[in-house]
């Protein structure tokens, strides 16, 4: 590619060019028309030259036959023949020397013709001298024809001679311009050459510098890059990473030998490279449509960082750079975020779902009511939107309670109870009121969100359960009293009867008698254990930490001193504190025991163990004797009331007595349980919780 | 039999076997002979502040002992009970609850009012002589001549 300053260089340095070679052309031109006006100039010289050496020539031969003429001495005329010869050689060059100059060839023919004529003039003279002496010789040379001839002669070379020094004035002139045309033009040349030599150092100089600059600017790119905290990469064309940075080489864990050498769909996450591949093969478009993506690529430990690359696209190369960054951790932030948003909802939901709501301001006027606080009050949203809460109030609470619940709520703390409300046609509702006071950053109470449940119908149920439980409790006073009082009547009579009147009775009126009495006796007994188990439900569980081993010997002391059965051997560990109420636990024990004595009362050796073991964090107390025992089938019945194993008349009972232990560990948060089997004896086990549970 | 200034025991029984019966026992050891039996407590407030002699002088008859059964018409025992223990003039006076059952939660109250034992019904020798052995009137045995 050129830039308008490359363009501007490459057009001076043609033209430039073009200027050295024309310079280089006139140069050469120049010479040559130096070097042929040289020749010309030369060719002049030698003209004149031949001319004169003709001239000279002809003198000779005149003069030797001059000079024999006179001496008859024929040294003179020795030298003739060469002297002719030579004539004749210049005049020849003079014909080559002149061909191209007509005026001149057609003189020196001229010249040629008279030098023949007079140098056979001289052998004419020679002739005659040698054959009729020095005297015919003399007369003839004596005519002024042979003086004629070579006046001619030396006109004629004295006109070429002048012709040719024209010539030669002239040519030297040409020689001279053509010269000095030749050094312009070398001068151009070398003005030429000069400026194009510099005009290149300074552009070598130049791209040195801009070179240099590239240079630096690259190394602060590759730096750039490399060191850059995010991901950097270059894609081609055919799905390969080409270039990327230390980064992804460090966020991954691979090498950058190792990206570069595998298509990088192979670090995509399964779920990822559907997305990740139509985007990249429709990348101008997808580009366009949205600059950043974001998909998750494999380590080298197996797991996967989240990425999100914006990226540009080549237009010319069709790569791609693209600048990730690892966001794994704002992806699980994410994550937690919509998680908890998600349970945010579904909490809301369901608390919509189960509860009644009102968000008040900090006044109590009502902002949001959801449905169910419309459909229990009967009011419609609009009704109760802006309202205050008053609106609801059935002034059944007194003034303390609702100043009790602000002073609560505008301390910033949460008020909880139980309110009476009216609906908008005056009838009751309950509500279990939760009211938290919902804060802004100065802690200062910008709403309230009432949290309600009605529990009307319980509260309705409360209040018969209160009227039965009254009843309950008077039933439990005539029983106690009025059904007791016939009883009385019958056994008191009776006594007098059997007392008073012994001596009319027979012995079948006095077993009859008898039978009377034992009968009220149970009775009485069955009202008194009645009454003790009806009691328990109401009676209040006070707990504290008592010694069970002291309790079970008093019981054991009270219990084998009425007792008249069989000597008891008694088995006794040492037991851990209970953490109960004693005089309830009392109770469990001595009903216990009492049992344990009365059903191994027909075992000739009877035995009693009372021991404890820890199971599940609690200590189990157990008693066990070799009595009578138990049909394991029946023993769901066992603790139920008036249910009994075993017939009265064989063990006397009411069948209350475990039911009262049943009930009392259960109040107690604790387990009874039995094992036994008949004739085998009966173990009775039962747990409370500890002090810390 | 009963002479109005001798008061020893004041039965208060709403029953009437009841009452026949306590008195039967009662008779059995001769402790009896100067026993007042009213039919509850109002006639039992009535006898004890409501007197006047001959001169129209109000006139306390203050019995020795009071056996005071606790369920009875108008006022019952346990209001007779605290009204006796809140006057100065009758505080005093032992008072034995008779009950229909020792699990009674009524006991537990009467106590608390002041009551100095209870007796299971019907009421048997063995029983009153416990309970008067526990508030210390041997006295009243002793005035009485078993035979």
């Not at chain 1, 309705?460 to 039933?475: C, G, H, T, V």
């Not at chain 2, 008779?27 to 409501?50: C, M, P, R, S, T």
Request: proline share 2%.
């Amino acid at each position: 590619m050129l830039t308008g300053f490359n363009k501007k260089i490459l057009l001076l340095f043609i033209i430039l060019t073009t200027g050295v070679i024309l310079a280089g052309i006139a140069t050469y031109k120049t010479q040559q028309n130096v070097k042929d006006t040289e020749a010309w100039v030369t060719r002049t010289d030698k003209v004149i030259t031949e001319t004169k050496e003709v001239i000279t020539s002809l003198k000779d031969i005149v003069l030797a036959a001059r000079g024999f003429v006179i001496t008859g001495n024929s040294l003179f005329i020795k030298p003739l023949h060469t002297t002719k010869t030579k004539l004749y050689t210049h005049l020849q060059n003079l014909n080559n020397l002149t061909a191209d100059n007509s005026t001149q060839t057609a003189k020196i023919d001229s010249l040629k013709k008279l030098i023949i004529i007079r140098s056979n003039f001289s052998d004419s003279v020679i002739q005659l001298r040698k054959e009729k002496g020095f005297a015919i010789a003399k007369k003839k040379f004596s005519t002024i024809n042979g003086e004629h001839y070579l006046e001619e002669i030396l006109q004629l070379h004295n006109e070429i001679i002048t012709t040719e020094n024209d010539l030669l004035t002239t040519r030297k002139l040409a020689n001279t311009k053509s010269y000095q045309y030749f050094i312009l033009s070398f001068y151009l040349l070398l003005a030429g050459i000069l400026l194009l030599l510099t005009i290149a150092v300074f552009i070598v100089w130049q791209n040195n510098l801009i070179r240099n600059k590239i240079e630096t600017q690259l190394m602060e790119y590759k730096s750039f890059f490399n060191n850059n905290n995010d991901l950097c990469i270059v894609a081609n064309n055919n799905g390969y990473f080409e270039t990327v940075n230390q980064q992804l080489e460090t966020t991954l864990g691979y090498t950058q030998k190792e990206i570069t050498a595998t298509p990088f769909i192979t670090f995509l996450h399964s779920d990822d490279v559907a997305a990740s591949m139509e985007r990249y093969k429709n990348y101008q478009v997808a580009h366009k449509n949205k600059p950043t993506t974001i998909n998750r690529y494999r380590k080298k430990d197996g797991s996967y960082v989240w990425i999100e690359w914006r990226s540009i696209p080549n237009t010319i190369t069709g790569k791609i750079y693209a600048i990730g960054r690892n966001i794994t951790e704002r992806k699980q932030i994410d994550e937690i975020l919509q998680n908890t948003l998600k349970d945010l909802a579904n909490y809301k939901y369901a608390l919509n779902e189960s509860s009644i709501i009102a968000i008040t301001d900090a006044n109590g006027n009502m902002q949001h009511v959801n449905d169910n606080f419309c459909t229990i009050s009967k009011f419609n949203r609009e009704e109760l939107i802006g309202q205050n809460m008053r609106i609801v109030n059935s002034g059944y609470h007194n003034k303390e309670f609702f100043s009790h619940l602000w002073h609560t709520i505008l301390k910033g703390e949460i008020w909880k109870g139980e309110i009476r409300d009216y609906t908008k046609d005056k009838s009751i509702f309950w509500v279990y009121t939760v009211i938290v006071p919902l804060q802004d950053d100065t802690h200062t109470t910008q709403q309230y969100i009432a949290i309600m449940t009605d529990f009307t119908a319980r509260k309705e149920a409360e209040f018969q359960l209160d009227y039965l439980n009254k009843e309950l409790q008077s039933f439990s006073y005539s029983v106690s009293h009025d059904l007791r009082a016939p009883l009385r009547g019958i056994m008191g009579f009776t006594s007098i009867l059997e007392e008073e009147y012994a001596a009319k009775l027979d012995d079948e009126a006095k077993r009859i008698t008898h039978v009377i009495k034992n009968n009220a006796t149970r009775m009485g007994i069955l009202i008194d254990d009645l009454l003790a188990f009806s009691r328990l439900g109401r009676q209040p569980v006070s707990k504290r930490i008592f010694s069970t081993n002291t309790l079970v010997k008093e019981i054991i002391e009270e219990q084998t001193r009425e007792n008249t059965h069989n000597s008891i051997e008694w088995q006794i560990q040492t037991l851990p504190p209970s953490f109960g109420d004693i005089s309830l636990m009392r109770q469990v024990w001595i009903n216990l025991i009492s049992n344990a004595i009365k059903y191994s009362g027909n075992n000739n050796h009877p035995t009693i163990e009372i021991g404890s073991f820890r199971q599940n964090n609690k200590w189990v107390f157990f008693i066990r004797d070799n009595g009578v025992g138990f049909d394991e089938k029946y023993k769901e019945k066992l603790f139920k009331v008036f249910q009994r194993l075993h017939a009265s008349n064989e063990f006397e009972g009411t069948g209350i007595g475990l039911a009262i232990v049943a009930k009392i560990i259960t109040n107690h948060g604790g387990e009874v349980w039995a094992e036994g089997a008949i004739n085998k004896g009966a173990t009775f086990y039962f747990t409370i919780p500890d002090n810390q549970n | 039999m009963i002479t109005e200034n001798l008061i020893d025991v004041l039965l208060v029984e709403d029953n009437n076997d009841d009452a026949e019966l306590t008195i039967r026992e009662l008779k059995k050891y001769h402790l009896a002979n100067n026993l007042h039996h009213v039919k509850d407590g109002e006639e039992a407030l009535k006898f004890i502040f409501d007197n006047k002699d001959a001169n129209g002088n109000y006139l306390l008859k203050m019995p020795k002992l009071i056996l005071l059964d606790i369920k009875m018409p108008k006022i019952n025992g346990i209001e007779l009970l605290e009204k006796l223990k809140q006057d100065d003039r009758t505080k005093l006076i032992p008072v034995v609850i008779l009950t229909s059952s020792k699990e009674d939660p009524d006991i537990k109250r009467c106590y608390e009012l002041g009551a100095n034992s209870y007796i299971v019904k019907p009421v048997h020798f063995s029983s009153f002589a416990e309970s008067i052995k526990n508030i210390g009137l041997y006295w009243i045995l002793l005035n009485q001549s078993p035979i």
